[in-house]
């Protein structure tokens, strides 16, 4: 068993604060701002996720690289060479990467802000013989008032191309103020299209987002389940995607904010309906063999010495 290692931040000028498992993927898994009615825990997490012994992707918000989502069979091609992949899921499949369920490092931190790192060669180089190249991930987390801020960065640290995809995977805590109806929240993803998919894997059909996946206006989750995958997301007038889940009766939303490289989102609905997951992905589940089919997969690729730098904003709206 792992030494629990978790690291809290505060805004000093609200007490807001997060909690995150650096020994554990660095995973954030509590927010809480200080609201009108006082401080509210916005994420989902176990109420055992602080002792490492939970499953890493069921709670909080997992960091998933360098493939988001499922990879088929656990096997994929690339450059002409075949990479096994630990199977993780009942079918066989591999999924949602090497960084969420493993060990990372505190590299820096202030009383608002921390930072983590993961490079695969330091940290796990069995991972090398899985994926085409040596990579590091660092991830920081700031705080300010009712703003949690996230920014991270991938990079090639090794001598050949790496390809690679990033998402994350937030576990929304329902309903977002006391006493409301949970599946009255009202759930926003601005999506028009969505992948088909067959046990869990895009079959490489794009179909319109209509019907129950058109969430591009404010639809309750009505006991609705997801797991699916939206994608052509439409940005705000700020150029930025936005989801949001609202409470209608409060007033209260819970604005997630991303940018455009992030091509798809899924939307997942735990079993427990505590929770709701929007998870904004650079690429669809399973590219490589999409790829090879001649779908466009949102699949990108590091050059030795490359770096990807992007912003995650989760933001709690007040009614006027």
């Not at 554990?24 to 825990?41: A, I, K, Q, T, Y």
């Not at 109806?181 to 209509?210: C, N």
Request: proline share 9%; with cysteine.
């Amino acid at each position: 068993m792992n030494t629990s290692h978790v690291v809290s931040i505060t805004d000093p000028a609200t007490g807001a604060s997060a909690r995150i498992l650096v020994s554990l993927g660095f995973n954030c898994f509590s927010w809480r701002p200080v609201l009108r009615d006082g401080p509210r825990e916005m994420l989902w997490a176990h109420q055992d996720f602080a002792s490492g012994n939970e499953p890493p992707s069921l709670s909080g918000v997992p960091l998933l690289f360098p493939f988001p989502g499922r990879i088929g069979n656990a096997r994929f091609m690339f450059g002409g060479r075949e990479y096994l992949l630990e199977p993780g899921d009942p079918f066989g499949n591999a999924i949602h990467g090497f960084v969420f369920n493993r060990p990372w490092r505190a590299v820096e931190q202030k009383v608002n802000r921390v930072s983590g790192e993961f490079q695969a060669s330091c940290d796990d180089p069995a991972v090398l013989s899985r994926w085409p190249g040596d990579f590091r991930i660092r991830a920081s987390y700031t705080i300010e008032g009712l703003k949690l801020t996230t920014q991270i960065e991938c990079e090639n640290t090794g001598l050949s191309p790496l390809p690679y995809g990033l998402g994350t995977h937030a576990y929304f805590r329902l309903p977002i103020s006391d006493g409301a109806d949970p599946e009255m929240t009202e759930v926003t993803v601005p999506a028009t299209k969505v992948w088909e998919a067959r046990d869990q894997l895009p079959t490489g059909r794009l179909l319109p987002a209509d019907g129950n996946f058109d969430l591009r206006s404010a639809q309750p989750l009505g006991r609705r389940s997801f797991d699916t995958y939206l994608t052509h997301l439409e940005p705000s007038k700020s150029g930025l995607v936005e989801t949001i889940l609202a409470d209608p009766g409060s007033g209260r939303r819970l604005v997630q904010t991303f940018t455009n490289d992030f091509t798809h989102c899924v939307v997942y609905t735990p079993a427990h309906r505590e929770a709701i997951c929007l998870e904004p992905y650079t690429c669809v589940p399973d590219p490589f063999r999409l790829a090879a089919e001649g779908h466009t997969t949102g699949l990108k690729i590091l050059q030795p010495g490359e770096r990807f730098v992007t912003t995650i904003e989760f933001v709690t709206v007040q009614a006027q």
